[in-house]
């Protein structure tokens, strides 16, 4: 990975560490806990593709199996984010381009799914029945919610933050084209139902208001001379 990828992946990992620990975790909501963690995993599997996916997947669940107050074996949700990584990664379009919000969706539905069975699987072999007394079902639903209703504030601006430090031309190019033609996820995801593309639209009247002023001025002038 370039140097650039992992300074960015660490900075994002340790502060959504910090978060899950001091806020989302105090939270006390019912069932699981919202998972910024996996959400970070998943924006950046997005972007960098399967290797870098399962790489950041690993460090990142293994500082969160150290991180207290963790009470479960290390290494377990390391393996979790690892696999997540590595099967986010490979949904990644091969020219970035993906310009509806429901493949994405779609994904971190699974991932939270996903993550959850295979916490529960791996806990199970290691003799860890705390899901049993919680109640599987509820934590998958709950999972799944918490994570859906998280991941239009997350997942868009850490891939977009993630193309623009990698200094992708496809993230350059979009400077210029605009989210309708040749936006990447992030983009097409911003783009396609959660309301944040308003700056772009305020550019665009600003531009529009200034041709017609131009218009305006040109037609005095002509006025004038006759």
């Known amino acids: 990975m370039r140097i650039n990828r992992i300074l960015l992946s660490a900075a994002l990992v340790v502060v959504a560490l910090v978060l899950q620990v001091s806020v989302l975790a105090r939270l006390h909501l019912p069932g699981a806990v919202p998972d910024l963690m996996l959400l970070v995993v998943l924006a950046l599997a997005f972007v960098y593709g399967h290797v870098g996916g399962a790489l950041i997947g690993f460090f990142a ?3 969160t199996d150290l991180a207290p107050p963790a009470d479960h074996a290390a290494g377990r949700y390391a393996l979790v984010l690892c696999v997540i990584g590595y099967l986010a990664g490979l949904v990644k379009p091969e020219k970035g381009q993906m310009r509806s919000a429901l493949a994405p969706m779609l994904a971190v539905l699974c991932a939270a799914l996903g993550s959850t069975l295979l916490y529960a699987g791996v806990g199970a072999l290691v003799g860890d029945t705390a899901a049993r007394h919680v109640g599987l079902a509820g934590l998958l639903f709950t ?3 918490y994570d859906l ?3 239009p504030f997350t997942v868009p601006w850490i891939m977009a933050l993630a193309r623009k430090a990698d200094n992708d031309p496809l993230a350059e190019s979009q400077k210029s084209t605009g989210p309708g033609a ?5 983009a097409g995801w911003i783009s396609s139902g959660t ?3 308003i700056g772009g639209q305020r550019g665009g ?6 041709r017609n002023r ?7 002038k002509g006025v004038k001379r006759l």
């Open 214 to 220: 131009a218009a305006k001025a040109g037609r005095i």
């Open 195 to 197: 309301g944040l593309s």
């Open 205 to 210: 009247l600003r531009v529009r208001a200034a």
């Open 149 to 151: 209703l998280l991941a």
């Open 143 to 145: 999972a799944a919610v």
């Open 61 to 63: 669940g293994l500082l």
């Open 182 to 186: 040749g936006s990447d996820v992030a």
